[in-house]
């Protein structure tokens, strides 16, 4: 630790293309905030390009994990350090180049200054947007976030947005033994665990932008992990049973 008070959670799995230009804008938007580069032994090369970065940055690390172990545990191995070491904010944020570094200055300010305990980079607020999406991509996105909303009963727009700053004291209680999406999923399940339990969460609008290099991980089995957990909790909540997670 460097005593810095954000820390910036990168996972990777084949981002040899992109790693480079994401940490290089991070470091000119946040110079003071350190990075942790969670990479699930990517076959692409991308974590001995992280340890070259590491090498070269006393405020950069890597985590390496032995195999591709979801995007959800890689953040809660990022969390768990983020609240060992004391970080005061930590950081979502997704190695692709989709999104801006440049707003994180901003964000952090909502957390520190607004007192948010948890920052969304929204798409769908007023002001945000996406670009290059096909309109296939975008309706999915949007249909699958109202879907969350009316099942969850959540007031989020963009309950799925990968791009966040949270205060890392909301985290707490919030592991491994609660959180059980692996997928694209955990930003939901997160998202909607902070809002039940009374937290302040703003929605800071963004420009998303679609990778420009790699391939998105994006895949069927992921939309359907999503949709079958909304759908579990969503019932558990209209039938007045506990939801998974919660103490009843």
């Known amino acids: 630790m460097t005593g810095a008070e954000s820390l910036i959670v990168l996972p990777t799995y084949n981002e040899a293309e992109s790693l480079r230009g994401v940490l290089a804008r991070i470091r000119v938007a946040v110079p003071d905030a350190d990075v942790l580069i969670v990479d699930d032994a990517s076959p692409d090369g991308t974590g001995r390009i992280a340890d070259e970065l590491a090498a ?21 191995a990022g969390f768990a350090l983020a609240a060992a070491e004391g970080y005061r904010f930590v950081v979502e944020l997704d190695a692709d180049g989709s999104h801006d570094p440049g707003e994180l200055p901003t964000m952090i300010a909502l957390a520190s200054d607004e007192g948010a305990d948890l920052v969304i980079g929204s798409r769908w607020v007023a002001g945000g947007t996406v670009v290059n999406w096909p309109w296939l ?12 909303r009316w099942m969850l009963r959540s007031r989020l727009q963009d309950l799925t947005a990968g791009f966040r700053v949270y205060r890392t004291a909301v985290l707490a209680g919030l592991d491994g033994a609660v959180v059980s999406s692996h997928g694209y999923c955990f930003q939901v399940e997160l998202a909607w665990r902070i ?5 302040r969460i703003i929605e800071h ?5 679609e990778r420009a290099t790699g391939r998105s991980k994006m895949h069927a089995g992921i939309v359907g992990e999503a949709l079958w957990r909304v759908t579990a909790w969503g019932v558990a909540l209209r039938s007045g049973r506990a939801v998974p997670g919660e103490a009843p």
């Open 56 to 76: 070269g940055d006393p405020g950069v690390r890597v985590l390496h994990r032995p195999a591709k172990d979801g995007l959800g545990s890689a953040y809660l």
């Open 137 to 148: 991509r975008r309706a999915i996105s949007r249909s699958g976030n109202r879907y969350a």
């Open 195 to 199: 809002e039940r339990r009374g937290r």
């Open 205 to 209: 609008p963004i420009a998303f932008v």
